[in-house]
């Protein structure tokens, strides 16, 4: 009788998946609880710290309650309001020296050295 290879390789590899018992098992290595509805996280290798997004309200509103916090790579809070005034901020990312923020419907800059908002650019055609 042919049996094609696909089928011997699927069946081969469905019974090898079913026969390890992987377990994964995750510590809680550190926390930290004082942080107002926190959202993103963006590592700095370059400062060797946590950039954290900070909705703080709802995370539909233009609300003024949102910012930027720093943590230090071991959990402990570097400075809980570098960045004020935000929205409800989510994603981050990082070019040079500059933090772009995803703030509802804008795009926020940050000079990272001073922690001032350099732009908020607006789009009118963004939604949540």
Same mark, same amino acid.
Request: hydrophobic share 45%; no cysteine.
């Given at each position: 009788m042919f049996v094609p290879k696909s089928i011997i390789?699927?069946?081969?590899?469905?019974?090898?998946?079913t026969s390890v018992k992987a377990q994964s098992v995750l510590?809680?290595?550190?926390?930290?609880?004082?942080?107002? &509805?926190?959202?993103?996280?963006?590592?700095?290798?370059?400062e060797n710290q946590l950039f954290v997004s900070l909705i703080d309200g709802e995370g539909n509103k233009k609300d003024g309650k949102g910012?930027?916090?720093?943590l230090n790579t071991d959990g402990t809070v570097k400075n809980k309001l570098w960045v004020e005034g935000l929205d409800a901020p989510k994603g981050l990312a990082r070019y040079?020296? &500059?933090?772009?923020?995803?703030?509802l419907t804008?795009?926020?800059?940050?000079d990272i050295p001073t922690g001032k908002i350099l732009n908020k650019l607006e789009i009118d055609s963004a939604v949540f």
């Amino acid at each position: 009788m042919f049996v094609p290879k696909s089928i011997i390789l699927s069946t081969t590899f469905f019974l090898t998946l079913t026969s390890v018992k992987a377990q994964s098992v995750l510590n809680k290595i550190w926390e930290t609880p004082e942080l107002p &509805v926190p959202e993103s996280v963006l590592y700095s290798e370059k400062e060797n710290q946590l950039f954290v997004s900070l909705i703080d309200g709802e995370g539909n509103k233009k609300d003024g309650k949102g910012g930027i916090a720093i943590l230090n790579t071991d959990g402990t809070v570097k400075n809980k309001l570098w960045v004020e005034g935000l929205d409800a901020p989510k994603g981050l990312a990082r070019y040079k020296n &500059v933090l772009f923020v995803a703030d509802l419907t804008a795009l926020v800059s940050v000079d990272i050295p001073t922690g001032k908002i350099l732009n908020k650019l607006e789009i009118d055609s963004a939604v949540f």
